[in-house]
């Protein structure tokens, strides 16, 4: 799993973007009923035989083995000898349960390979071994100089401080400061030859003995490790006491372009293969990754083997993916997650995002973390869906011994960026995952274990498993079973209708009467399409129930099949059209970005004409707004040097890194340039604060030019999503 720091782009982007693109599904759960749908013996069936002991068993090999690891603190990365070897393991269980063209699916990522490393202080007795980023590492004999610690690795923490061709010792905060990458950067640009690193919080809480890793969203331009909060004491004691001399050596094999990962893919044929629905998890990890991602490995084998067991026989072939490469895949984007999964359905089956009903991801599907009810994720089209295999179908099962007391909720929530979901989203393949409970705040599970060797088996619970085992086959084959698939385009409509602010749009010079006409429009010719799915549905019940002829249930399912085709490209359409990337993680309407800065940067003008800089009691000064800027990603500015936050800046944008930014491609819009102002009045701060007299006609001249430019933006933007409306409604009429 992907987890990044952006606590302040969510604070930043919450007003605009709360509604956007979040499913909704109805109220609560009901009280269930005995199933009366036609699938509903497979579904008792496959439950009867699901078996959580056998996902633990995988899970538990895929974690702890040796053979299947690369180093002593248990990692498997992007194109390492151990991730082969996992892959090996995996086809080979896949062949052992019967599955069907069992195949190793190669695909081209960045090699990574981490295989030991050391940090000594000449004098002690210090040997401490850290962990890595996705950075080269040294030569055998490392790098032996002076380790200078820099605080907090801001800029402002390297002033008088000598750090050239020394080691950098920084306390990193990539929950609420900034992600690995600017501290890195800022470190290189003060010409230091390498960087350690250690938790202050936000990540790695669980205890001071944790040492935390993450993608690097960089280039590589030096070597950067990460330690526990507890060694870093011990290097601070020997600093103190005058030892500061260290050799650091890592060996870390890094081949841009030179990786292969593999995709281990086994099927449970269906009747015809002329589509397939995906069950997925992602097997490389970090310091052993128990849950994140082993059991989910665990739970798709898992799902395949009670389908095995059952003797279940799909209508669409049932296809079970382990992808390689998600938590790191590529050097110098960051958007460098979620690669193998990118590969797999761009390159290596393109064919599959015509074919896809539906893809079902895990992610940390065994673990409890205090939640009372059980939610289901996916794309806001599915959510009706949810809401009848809940309310209505009779095929969900309660929680097993009632580890969710709510139950199973029919209101579902909307996908992130954090997991292989994305990829093949964005290449139109509607998706689902699991949710992992309530596993924010500093208590909660993220926070303290992810990625650290406290994601272990003791985290490990066997009714989560089941009840997600039980759940999400349930949830495979009423998609199987279901000749056209339930995919509501009118909750695409929803959060265009959400998205528009006409005020805003009308003082851009955009057409907010035509955006409005053009959803009403689209919103009328979906219905029309939810029309024809209920009926091909019901024709189809009625058929089997009945016991009409299996002539007359085989024209309804190709019916169905005709229908899902032309369902699956409209939802391509609304993911190439209409859906954006903010700062790699929220998920938007693409005019969003636009008028979330538009209406950020007028206030923050209002406060500058009103003198109002920073307003600590009401944070409605110009320096309490600016860091919002462009997703939140103007906060860098606030504490790291402007070289530094321009590198992230490039990495970010596809006009800038082209080729490199995988599934956020076509999905950004051109940032805000407004840093020059925000840093201008971040030095007219301390220049108050100095008793100094400020004006700020420079910057209010900035940000008004930016608003023209974001306003142009929004309205070109709208255009192309009013165009885009118009088609996909005729395309769907026409039906």
């Keep these: 799993m992907k987890q990044r720091w952006r606590k302040l782009t969510y604070l ?74 996992a892959a090996d393991y995996l086809a080979g269980e896949m062949g052992n349960l019967g599955l069907e063209d069992v195949e190793k699916v190669p695909v081209t990522v960045d090699k990574w390979q981490f295989n030991d490393a050391s940090l000594t202080i000449e004098g002690t ?47 990193v905060d990539q929950w609420n400061v900034a992600w690995i990458n600017e501290y890195m950067n800022e470190a290189a640009l003060h010409g230091a030859a390498a960087i350690v690193t250690y938790d202050t919080g936000g990540y790695a809480t669980y205890s001071d003995d944790m040492i935390n890793m993450q993608d690097l969203c960089a280039e590589d331009v030096m070597p950067c490790v990460s330690i526990s909060k507890n060694q870093y004491k011990e290097l601070a004691k020997a600093i103190k006491g005058g030892k500061a001399k260290a050799t650091l050596k890592v060996d870390n094999v890094m081949e841009p372009d030179k990786g292969t990962s593999y995709n281990v893919v ?22 052993n990754g128990f849950q994140d991602d082993s059991c989910a490995i665990g739970l798709a084998l898992a799902m395949a083997k009670g389908m095995k067991d059952s003797e279940y026989t799909p209508e669409n072939d049932i296809v079970f993916v382990a992808h390689g490469s998600e938590e790191w895949g590529a050097i110098g984007s960051q958007f460098d997650w979620t690669t193998g999964a990118w590969e797999m359905i761009n390159n290596a089956h393109p ?22 009810q059980m ?133 851009a010079g955009a057409d907010a009467a035509a955006y409005k006409q053009a959803a009403t429009e689209l919103r009328t010719a979906a219905e029309g399409l939810n029309a024809k799915i209920k009926d091909i549905n019901d024709r189809y ?30 939802f391509k359409a609304v993911q190439d059209d209409f859906i954006g990337i903010i700062d790699t993680s929220v998920v938007a309407v693409k005019h969003l970005a636009y008028q979330n800065n538009i209406q950020v940067i007028s206030a923050i003008n ?79 701060a301390a220049a108050l604060e100095a008793g100094e007299k400020v004006t700020y006609d420079d910057e209010i001249a900035i940000y008004g030019k930016a608003v023209k430019q974001q306003q142009k933006g929004l309205k070109d933007t709208m255009a192309a999503e009013i165009k885009a409306m118009k088609a996909l409604a005729q395309r769907i009429s026409a039906l």
């Design 375 to 507: 939610q289901i994720s996916c794309v806001p089209e599915f959510a009706p869906l949810v809401k009848d295999l809940v309310e209505t179908s009779g095929l969900v099962a309660d929680p097993v011994n009632d580890i969710y007391p709510k139950g199973i909720s029919s209101k579902t929530l909307g996908c992130s960026t954090m997991e292989d979901g994305v990829s093949y989203r964005a290449s139109g393949v509607p998706t689902f995952i699991n949710v992992l409970g309530s596993q924010d705040g500093e208590k909660g599970w993220m926070q303290q274990r992810y990625h650290t060797v406290a994601d272990d088996e003791d985290t490990y619970n066997a009714d989560v498993m089941t009840t997600n085992l039980n759940t999400y086959g349930a949830l495979a084959i009423y998609l199987d079973q279901t000749p056209a698939l339930q995919l509501d385009l009118t909750k695409t409509c929803d959060d265009l209708d959400k998205a528009l602010n006409e005020d805003i749009a009308t003082a």
């Design 12 to 85: 930043a982007v919450a007003a605009a973007l709360i509604f956007a693109l979040t499913a909704c599904g109805g109220s609560e759960q009901s009280e269930k009923t005995e199933s009366q749908l036609s699938m509903a013996s497979s579904v008792e069936k496959y439950v009867e035989k699901v078996d959580q002991e056998y996902a633990y068993g995988i899970a538990k090999t895929l974690a702890y083995d040796e053979t299947y690891l690369s180093n002593k603190l248990g990692w498997r990365t992007s194109g390492s000898d151990a991730e082969h070897k």
């Design 541 to 570: 019940e009625k058929a089997v129930v009945d016991g009409g002829s299996q002539e007359d249930v085989n024209a309804i399912r190709a019916e169905g099949k005709a229908l899902n085709q032309e369902t699956l490209k409209a």
């Design 606 to 684: 209002a406060a500058l004409e009103e003198n109002n800089l920073f307003d600590e009691k009401e944070e409605t000064g110009a320096l309490d707004l600016a860091w919002q800027i462009n997703g939140g990603s103007e906060s860098s500015y606030y504490t790291f040097s402007p070289q530094t936050c321009q590198e992230s800046r490039r990495t970010l944008q596809e006009a800038t890194n082209k080729g490199n930014i995988f599934w956020g491609t076509g999905k950004g819009t051109q940032l805000a340039d407004t840093y020059k102002a925000t840093t201008s009045l971040l030095q007219k």
């Design 125 to 171: 007795d210090i040997d401490i071994m850290p962990a890595s980023y996705a950075t080269n590492g040294t030569d055998k004999d490392g790098i032996t100089a002076e380790i200078v610690d820099v605080g907090g690795g801001t800029a402002a923490e390297y002033t008088d401080k000598d750090v050239k061709g020394k080691i950098a010792l920084a306390g």
């Design 266 to 287: 086994g099927k449970i044929k269906g009747k015809s293969s002329d589509q397939q629905i995906v069950v997925s998890g992602h097997y490389d990890v970090f310091f």
């Design 351 to 372: 064919e599959w995002a015509e074919k896809t009903l539906a893809m079902i991801n895990f992610e940390l599907p065994a673990l409890y973390d205090d939640a009372k």
